[in-house]
Structures are given as C-alpha cells and as structure tokens.
C-alpha cells in the first residue's frame, strides 16, 4: 500500500489542523492505521493508532484528549484531528500501516511521507 499524508502547515498555539492520508490499493481496510511524529533531534515517536473498522482508537498521553483518529475505508483514508495545539507540537507527522496494532514504528511496514506541522506560540 501507498500511502499520501497531507494537511499540514503553520498554527497558532490553541489553533487546529486536520491532517490526511490517502492510501492506494483496495487493501486499505485490512491494515491497522498509525500516526507519529518526529521533531529535529528527536526520535519517531507514536501518536495515535486506529483498527481496521476504526471502532478501536489509542493515543500518546501528550495528544490525548486533544486528538482524534478517525477512517473511512470508503475513501481509502485515515485522518489527525488536532486541536488545542501547542508550540511542542510542532514536528513532520507521518501515517503508517500496519497489521500488527502496535505503538512502535518498527512494527510498520508502510509509510507515507510526512507533512509539517508548525505551531506557534
């Protein structure tokens, strides 16, 4: 699967960005679908994680609350709806897939190029 993410850009602190990923191919709906980021300097690190019929949802301590997964296999896409951001926020996202539902990157083995968020303060 290929996969396209989209929707970033620059943020005031407490402002909101919905972020996209398209995938290519009719197998969309069998993979478990991930988020991470990773700032300058730093390591990937996990985000949020949805199943394959998007009932099941889990986040990093630092977004929860303020983020949302979602997907819809109809259109082949699973999104980031980020709201409440803040300055530490600011890093390339990154959506993945997987067939393991896991937390860690390594453990998928798909993934889209990165979109850039900026949040300033």
């Known amino acids: 699967v290929q996969l396209q993410a989209s929707g970033g850009g620059l943020v005031q602190a407490g402002g909101s960005l919905r972020l996209s990923c398209a995938a290519s191919?009719?197998?969309?709906?069998?993979?478990?679908m991930g988020w991470f980021r990773q700032a300058p300097g730093k390591e990937r690190e996990f985000v949020a994680r949805?199943?394959?019929?998007?009932?099941?949802?889990y986040y990093a301590d630092s977004v929860k609350g303020r983020f949302t997964i979602s997907r819809d296999n109809a259109k082949n896409t699973v999104y980031l709806q980020m709201n409440s951001l803040k300055p530490e926020d600011t890093s390339v996202y990154y959506c993945?897939?997987?067939?393991?539902?896991?937390?860690?990157?390594?453990?998928?083995?798909?993934w889209g190029q990165g979109t850039l968020v900026t949040v300033s303060s």
């Open positions: 191919g009719r197998t969309f709906s069998s993979y478990l």
């Open positions: 949805i199943n394959r019929n998007g009932v099941s949802t």
């Open positions: 993945a897939a997987s067939s393991i539902y896991s937390t860690f990157p390594t453990q998928y083995n798909y």
